[in-house]
């Protein structure tokens, strides 16, 4: 019996080794202040995000309480558009990102401006690459 018992513990032990990465996220709860008021569009989803993603955001609002109110605005903005989207669309926006930063400076300036005119045309703003 002694066998089965130890057999059993480490198969639990491997199982939890498995375990996706968001099951040891840090829970929204735990977050402090200053972090949940930097990171406030996720805290809906903030949960579903991997641990990978989470220390990424972490980062943003870390440098925060730096920003002026318009950069604050703007990152509140995105990540709340970013947390709307779909985990297709995500891959999608991360392909093209990908895409765009292996660009020469010179065409990576030419998308900046295709996207503030077509931004100016619709009045709608969008979130042209940095």
Do not use: D
Request: hydrophobic content about 40%; proline content about 8%; some cysteine.
């Amino acid at each position: 019996m002694p066998a089965l018992l130890r057999n059993c513990l480490v198969a639990l032990f491997f199982a939890a080794a498995c375990l996706p990465m968001s099951a040891h996220a840090k829970p929204w709860e735990t977050l402090n202040a200053q972090q949940k008021e930097a990171l406030a569009p996720l805290s809906g989803t903030w949960s579903s995000l991997s641990e990978q993603q989470q220390t990424n955001f972490l980062a943003y609002a870390q440098r925060y309480p730096k920003l002026n109110a318009q950069q604050q605005q703007r990152l509140h903005s995105r990540l709340e558009a970013w947390s709307k989207l779909t985990p297709e669309q995500r891959k999608r926006a991360r392909e093209k990102y990908k895409a765009y930063k292996k660009l020469p400076a010179e065409k990576r300036e030419a998308v900046k401006k295709m996207v503030r005119e077509r931004e100016a045309a619709s009045g709608v703003p969008a979130t042209p690459p940095q």
